[in-house]
């Protein structure tokens, strides 16, 4: 099973790096999803979602999403390089 975050309103993935990307393959493969909770807090992304990929699904509608916008954050963005950033 994969761990990744997915932006609800892009529904772009979350990388390693903290670039965004179109692509789920490519995305950061949390080891569990208390480590996804964290990088959602330390990056402080609001509107996301853990989604959880079954590697033998054959098809996308497996996958189970689970909300993480619960808690409001302050305003995050992203920038013209694909790059997260934080309002002061």
Same mark, same amino acid.
């Given at each position: 099973?994969?761990?990744?975050?997915?932006?609800?309103?892009?529904?772009?993935?979350?990388?390693?790096? /903290?670039?965004?990307?179109?692509?789920?393959?490519?995305?950061?493969d949390f080891s569990?999803?208390?480590?996804?909770?964290?990088?959602?807090?330390?990056?402080?992304? /609001?509107?996301?979602?853990?989604?959880?990929?079954?590697?033998?699904?054959?098809?996308?509608?497996?996958?189970?999403?689970?909300?993480?916008?619960?808690?409001?954050?302050?305003?995050?963005?992203?920038?013209?390089?694909?790059?997260?950033?934080?309002?002061?």
């Amino acid at each position: 099973m994969r761990r990744v975050i997915r932006s609800k309103r892009t529904r772009q993935y979350l990388r390693k790096d /903290g670039t965004w990307t179109r692509f789920s393959e490519t995305a950061k493969d949390f080891s569990n999803a208390a480590d996804a909770v964290t990088a959602k807090e330390r990056y402080r992304l /609001g509107q996301v979602e853990i989604v959880l990929q079954m590697l033998d699904a054959p098809h996308p509608r497996y996958d189970v999403i689970v909300p993480l916008d619960d808690v409001p954050l302050p305003c995050v963005g992203v920038n013209t390089a694909n790059q997260i950033w934080q309002a002061e």
